[in-house]
């Protein structure tokens, strides 16, 4: 082995030209030998893996032979041969071993029917399913659960016994949302872990490298194969000053959405350092990462400090925190001079509070120039509702801080002009914040306190206060505002912004009120300005975990029955998608041009929906029902082409697809950025597709497309989209001498003219072989026999 270390070429990372010295504050490291302390309180036999990642980290070391960013350090340690993988940011195709997976039980239905398609059985890794999408936000918490408990229950149970089966932890409806639930009881600095949701990477604010993917991803770690990612570039954010008053970790993000726009982070982890990360809480830099998934980043992550330090120990882990001392300077910060492929700069001594939207994260407005924006762009002013807590949002620090606002305003004999809800990201802090009366405050608000669960922020709204169409405007602390996202209706102008922001302007009512220059007025009929937030970072009494939610697996399932009734409409097992031909796919039809935007949501809308998501064939009929069709700039209206008739795209893809007519979906920049949901690629594969051509992809869906079987490809020039029309028959030719690098030969027919362009693609030759087998499953299957 040692020879075999000796020999191993050293390979050169490309970089770009920033140097950075991070300046974090630094533990004291007198040892680097790690003892048996457990992963989580759930995983008492499977410990902590820093000792094995530092001596990977000394053979990458050896062989790039330069100062490493953090990112590095957590990424490479991770890497199943550290002696031989090929390592160029930017370049090469990483193959990892993470050190755990989580799924939320909207994508776990179809990342299980899949494991369970593969017929091994039990998990190789850590695994857990959390319970936080499937339930519907109408009255309030208890009643809503209740409801969301006997309508799903048939999903809760086939969820349930295929963790008991199988071996993975099960996280019952009510527990929390998945990336509260992880922060609180698995993340740890170094963490490597896939997680099939976008905002997995809230757990850089522990310092790990949390990704998320999609299902079939999750299958192969499940199944104990190696990983792969292609080698990210990393980003540095130099944060210098110090937050307080008005401004909050969310701004930090918002302005850096604004920076790097909805696709600026693509292929590349944010990585965030500077002597500014010392004045942000541990959950506040959760928020900071879990909205990285809004500019398309792999993930983002923080330095491990004392901040950390102190919420594990207040989540009882406090061994974690001791063992992550020992290797803080080894791997748990950058390096001193390593380099960035960009760097952007931040002063928190004058970043502003930002409300970024409506319809995109990135369209940022710095607070004071807000309203004024707002009415140059004819926003409505009157704001209907506001919202905080979800994933990005929720933590003891966060609440206590909207709860000082409500406090200031209650003082003055007001409260919210306007309904507003609030959402615990977990169960133990819906209990942490009813002991220590803080929902008690949001109650006088006028607030209303939802189930501890995704709700309006995944658009599992009942809403009831404007009709669909009407034009309104809401204001969230949530990641995401795309069109229709929370409410379904695509009038509804959300704005994205810190839950004091949200706070303060439900109390005001309007988009043009300042809290940091614009006065109220009390019900004495006096003017007076709201007070800058304030709260506790964690509490002072320690977290009340409130009930138990968690089902540990038996130590066998080998009696444990899992049965999926043929006849349900929420289940189906999978079939098998077919294998390639071997022939060259010519004379497809152009499914739907999809003109600008068009994300996972557009894709496989959610909402209603969810309730399908284990079930393809069901779901299925939401294929493309938001993207608006280049031909007529109307949604879900194509013309069919076989029969000249007008249809919705589900009714008219399943007609090609009965006719044995493969088809393309043809889109635009940043195609299926969002969401994880692994439905936009199964759903197109499902109904006959068999390639996307567009002029850029988000990662995880151009992922999950090669995953299933589909040709993920990009125009080489990207004019070449307007040569497609609707009408037009696509084929890609010389698909035998299909091969990393090679671009693809495409030929475009117009009625008697035919006009020849190259497509480009990122598959390698591991990618290659899912396509000719049909799907990454069949080939696993394969590779098994």
Not at 124 to 146: F, N, R
Not at 341 to 369: A, M, Q, R
Not at 385 to 402: A, F, K, P
Not at 763 to 784: C, H, P, T, V, Y
Request: charged share 25%; net charge positive; hydrophobic share 35%.
């Amino acid at each position: 082995m040692a020879a075999r270390l000796m020999n191993a070429q050293a390979q050169v990372c490309k970089l770009g030209k920033h140097v950075v010295d991070p300046m974090s504050r630094q533990f004291h490291a007198s040892c680097y030998t790690a003892s048996k302390v457990a992963l989580s309180k759930f995983d008492s036999d499977v410990y902590m893996p820093y000792d094995k990642l530092n001596k990977r980290l000394d053979v990458v070391r050896s062989r790039l032979n330069r100062p490493l960013t953090l990112s590095e350090k957590v990424l490479y340690s991770h890497l199943d041969d550290p002696a031989n993988q090929d390592i160029v940011r930017g370049t090469s195709y990483l193959r990892l071993r993470p050190d755990r997976v989580a799924m939320q039980d909207a994508t776990a239905q179809m990342a299980l029917l899949q494991f369970i398609s593969s017929g091994l059985k039990k998990v190789a890794v850590p695994s857990t399913v959390h319970c936080d999408h499937l339930i519907e936000a109408q009255i309030g918490g208890p009643k809503d659960l209740a409801r969301a408990k006997d309508l799903n229950r048939e999903v809760y149970d086939f969820l349930a016994s295929t963790c008991a089966k199988y071996g993975l932890g099960f996280w019952k409806p009510g527990s929390g949302i998945i990336h509260q639930i992880i922060l609180e009881n698995y993340a740890f600095p170094g963490l490597l872990m896939i997680g099939t949701d976008s905002h997995t990477p809230n757990g850089g604010g522990l310092g790990g490298l949390c990704i998320g993917v999609g299902g079939a991803d999750a299958v192969d770690v499940m199944a104990d194969i190696p990983w792969e990612l292609k080698c990210p570039k990393v980003i540095g954010v130099n944060l210098t000053g110090k937050i307080s008053g008005w401004t909050s970790p969310k701004d930090v993000i918002l302005k850096v959405a604004d920076i790097l726009t909805v696709k600026g982070g693509t292929g590349a982890i944010i990585e965030y350092h500077g002597k500014g990360v010392d004045s942000i809480s541990c959950t506040g830099m959760a928020t900071i990462c879990n909205m990285g998934a809004e500019i398309g980043a792999t993930t983002s992550l923080f330095p491990f400090n004392q901040r950390m330090a102190d919420y594990l120990k207040s989540t009882g882990r406090g061994g974690i925190a001791s063992e992550a001392q020992k290797f803080q300077s080894k791997i748990l910060s950058p390096d001193k001079n390593c380099e960035y492929d960009e760097l952007i700069e931040i002063n928190l001594d004058t970043l502003e509070p930002h409300v970024n939207g409506p319809f995109t994260p990135d369209l940022g407005h710095p607070i004071s120039k807000l309203g004024e924006n707002s009415k140059k762009n004819g926003y409505p002013l009157d704001i209907k509702v506001g919202l905080i807590g979800s994933c990005t949002n929720s933590s003891y620090e966060d609440m206590g801080r909207c709860a000082s606002i409500a406090k200031d305003a209650m003082s003055h004999g007001i409260k919210s002009k306007i309904p507003f809800n609030v959402t615990p990201g977990s169960e133990q802090i819906r209990a942490t914040i009813e002991r220590d009366g803080i929902s008690e405050v949001f109650d006088k608000f006028g607030g209303t306190v939802l189930a501890n669960a995704c709700g309006p922020c995944i658009g599992q709204w009942d809403r009831k206060d404007v009709k669909k169409g009407d034009k309104n405007t809401i204001v969230t602390s949530y990641n995401r505002n795309f069109t229709g996202r929370n409410d379904a209706n695509p009038a509804t102008h959300c704005f994205v912004t810190s839950p004091e922001m949200v706070t303060a302007l439900s109390i005001a009512g309007r988009l043009d009120f300042n809290p940091l220059t614009d006065e109220l007025t009390g019900s004495d009929g006096k003017k007076f300005k709201l007070k800058a937030p304030f709260g506790d970072e964690l509490p002072a009494r320690g977290f009340d975990p409130g009930q138990d939610t968690y089902t540990a697996p038996p130590a066998s399932g080998d009696n444990v029955k899992v049965a999926v009734d043929p006849k349900s409409q929420r289940l189906q097992l999978l079939e098998p998608f077919d294998k390639w031909s071997g022939k060259d796919l010519t004379d497809m039809t152009v499914l739907i041009k999809v003109k600008g935007k068009c994300t996972t949501d557009h894709i496989s809308a959610a909402g209603p929906w969810l309730k399908y998501r284990g079930h393809l064939d069901n779901i299925s009929n939401n294929m493309f029902i938001g993207a608006t069709n280049y031909e007529n700039n109307e949604m879900n209206k194509i013309k069919n082409q076989r029969t000249g008739n007008w249809g919705n795209v589900p009714e008219v893809a399943r007609d090609y697809k009965a006719n044995n007519i493969k088809w393309v979906a043809v889109g635009d920049e940043n195609y299926g950025e969002g969401s994880s949901r692994e439905h936009a690629a199964l759903e197109p594969r499902h109904l006959g597709g068999r390639a996307i051509i567009v002029k850029s992809f988000a990662r995880i869906h151009e992922t999950n497309l090669k995953k299933q079987g589909l040709l993920p490809l990009t125009f080489a020039n990207a004019a070449d989209y307007d040569k497609i029309q609707p009408t037009s028959k696509i084929s890609l030719v010389n698909l035998n001498s299909l091969a990393p690098g090679k671009p693809v030969d495409c030929e475009i027919k117009n009625g008697d003219k035919v006009e020849k362009i190259k497509l480009n693609h990122t598959l390698n030759d591991l990618q290659i072989g899912w396509f000719k087998a049909g799907s990454a499953l069949n080939r696993m299957k394969e590779l098994a026999k």
